[in-house]
DNA sequence: AATGAATGAGAGTTCATTCAT
DNA sequence: CATGAATGAACTCTCATTCAT
């Protein structure tokens, strides 16, 4: 499209490039420093330009944060087909890709509180997260439901939303280790053998 | 004393003791409604009352919502013990015991969510609901680490914010079954066996 | 008490109504120097109190307008009738009673505009205009006409958005003068006698 | 079009005019679907060009304004003397003016209230509307009240904007026949017979 | 000469909390 | 003691206008 090396954009496109690159740093700062529902003005502070421009690139908040961490979801939903295709046992490698998943959430302040809300703000990342890592989840789940190493019954959707939700206010307190929990219930995830 | 013809009487305990729990019911109310973040003054137009009436009652929000529960986390409190004492298996205990809590935070709109939230205004409603369940939890988790049926280094704080977490949103949305979540948190505790 | 001229209103409305009243005086203050559209915030700063407070007196800024002018446009709705009554002819009571209206309008800075906006937050201010007067003015229409003083063909809905129009902008500019062209109209509103 | 192979011609005052004309009709069409607040980037839009190219060449919206309408005001203005030279009586010749004003105005959504507006964005359009129309309206006036046919105490100025006002908002409102109006204000014009 | 990205003042609105009555 | 009116900070969003490319 953009061409091989991409170049045909069109003339100045280098600097709103570059200024919207500015403004991805600015908010992603701003998203560590106070989490995703800092006001648009701090970020607009923090990246030296003014609240129109914030809105002219990305008219609601969940745009802006989509675009942030884009890279980083695109990455974890190509690391799904990876593992599987590794070689490990299927559970291994949903265990994996969860760590994958949780690593990603915990360093983002607020983020998985913001999946859970039902603010409209957020409706479009809600969609987004959902439509790009619940098949990439899911493949991995069958994969090891077929293999008879995790129960059946739990869908992708609510083993994401149920990891994420156990990432909320990671971080924020030492006596608080989301990813052990996940992993017992990763772990719980596998049939009941007979005692 | 206010029976009777009284009226110069000092009523008021009695009158204060009316007006509280009139406040607390609709609290209640309130917060079935539209969760725990409802605005105060909904709160003080359910009661009939005048927002002031509230802060002198209960200064700060959290302060309201511990009362308006208390009954219930007693009770919780109260059942760890006697589950433990009814002579099934220790792990069955807690797993029965965090059903309970289950049942607790799922009914009551927004508290799993508020019981996550750093926000000053819930630093109360955090510390009672600590101090009187993580104890209770804490020896249910210790009476089956010490019988080999959980793995004993998660502590009850983590397990409880775990499960606090894994209720939040939990009715909702029809996809997402946070009791099923929690039941494989559970059964992800027991020790791994050799396989 | 609030006895005395006898005004069952509740204890301690006499402080809200002196607020109301500073308020009032203050947003017609500033709708003379400014025009109806003057923010909230400056209405605010004029009457020395908070946004707030003119939100929860008067919600829409329609409801202040009314408000400020209610008493004016009451006597002019009842200064209908008696004009009527007062002996002279019928075509002269309309126009005395125009004049009436045409009074009210110039003197107050940017409410003929007001009225003919289809701007949402001036709905409710129409109404009240268009509820009140209009019945006034077409019973003084009707009786000319059927003195046979006026041609039957205008309504008074038409006539009165006519005459406001007419004031758009008087006051503003000595080269025009709204009251002469007004009387214009209501001259032309004989029937055409031959030639 | 952009004919034969051209490039490095001096092409530009060919381009520059097709712009100017492209933005006039874009203009054009906008004020008719917006009335003539409508916002600058609208007009852009709609004409493909960007923001800064129309202030470029209108400095104020005023001057597009103008621009945009120049032709039908010309025509208005040169529609006087012919009209006052084809034999009617001079009250007719008027009446007949004020009925292509009207014309004029009714058909452009929002022009009449742009010329009320003491807006300083809009005064150069007042300007170049009374420059060149006041003038021609006097003449009639003149004429007519030579004649006899009109009192001789109302200006042109006067006039034109009482009309003008009479057509703020026709067209919105069924009930509302500004034309039907016009015509009564002109009637109003005559000098009073005795009765 | 054209572009459209950036600016930033300003409007409306909400609500926790205080305090005079 | 109860009341609820008042406060005012905080937030979102919209454009007219400027200016670097």
């Known amino acids: 499209m953009d061409s091989a090396a991409g170049k045909a954009a069109p003339r100045k496109r280098a600097d709103a490039r570059r200024n919207e690159q500015t403004l ?3 908010a992603a700062a701003a998203f560590l420093a106070s989490g995703v529902d800092v006001p648009v003005r701090d970020i607009a502070a923090q ?3 003014g609240v129109g421009t914030i809105y002219r690139h990305f008219p609601t908040r969940a745009d802006l944060v989509v675009a942030v961490y884009r890279h ?12 599987l295709a590794s070689g490990g046992s299927p559970h291994a490698a949903l265990a994996r890709w969860i760590d994958l998943f949780v690593d990603f959430l915990v360093t983002k302040h ?3 509180e913001a999946l859970q809300s039902d ?3 957020f409706q479009s990342l809600h969609a987004y997260f959902l439509n790009r890592l619940v098949p990439v989840c899911a493949r991995l789940l069958e994969t090891a439901a077929a293999a008879g190493e995790v129960r059946p019954e739990v869908h992708a959707y609510e083993l994401m939303r149920g990891v994420g939700n156990l990432c909320i206010g990671a971080g924020r307190d030492p006596r608080y280790d989301a990813r052990r929990l996940v992993g017992l219930l990763i772990e719980g ?4 053998r007979e005692e």
Chains 1, 2, 3, 4 share one sequence.
């Open 47 to 49: 990246a030296g330009v």
């Open 72 to 83: 980083q979801v695109e990455a974890c939903a190509e690391a799904g087909p990876a593992l």
């Open 119 to 121: 603010d409209a703000a």
């Open 24 to 26: 991805l740093d600015a």
């Open 110 to 112: 607020g983020l998985a």
């Open 189 to 192: 995830l596998r049939p009941t």
